[in-house]
């Protein structure tokens, strides 16, 4: 995937480096792919898959696709702004649900204050 550099003074402060790829095929060049990675603040990292099968009318999404790998969701708890990490588990697949078979990642995530979200304060 080819990169890209950005410069100036605001990458000292945020730096990024954002790559978009997407790839079409047919006449009526439809997409069959397009992945994004991305890189941005001093930590922050994300990867994401769309595969299209223009054929069979179905599209495949898959964003951080290792399971292990964490990603950073702003969360707005007890009138604070909270950095919850979401960890990625294990694949797992499922024969009978509403939509057919799946197959689904297991997502832990990691709180670090009470409130809404503390099992504990539950009676």
């Not at 550099?5 to 997409?31: A, I, N, W």
């Amino acid at each position: 995937m080819p990169g890209s550099q950005t410069t100036g003074l605001s990458v000292f402060f945020y730096p990024f480096d954002d790559t978009f790829f997407t790839r079409v095929q047919g006449e009526e060049r439809l997409p069959v792919k397009y992945e994004v990675e991305q890189k941005e603040g001093r930590s922050y990292k994300a990867h994401r898959l769309t595969l299209y099968d223009q054929e069979a009318g179905l599209v495949r999404y898959r964003e951080n696709d290792e399971p292990g790998a964490s990603v950073i969701v702003p969360t707005f708890a007890n009138d604070k702004r909270h950095e919850v990490v979401v960890r990625a588990r294990e694949w797992t697949h499922f024969d009978k649900t509403l939509l057919g078979p799946v197959d689904v990642i297991e997502v832990l995530p990691r709180m670090t204050f009470e409130g809404l979200y503390d099992k504990s304060a539950i009676r």
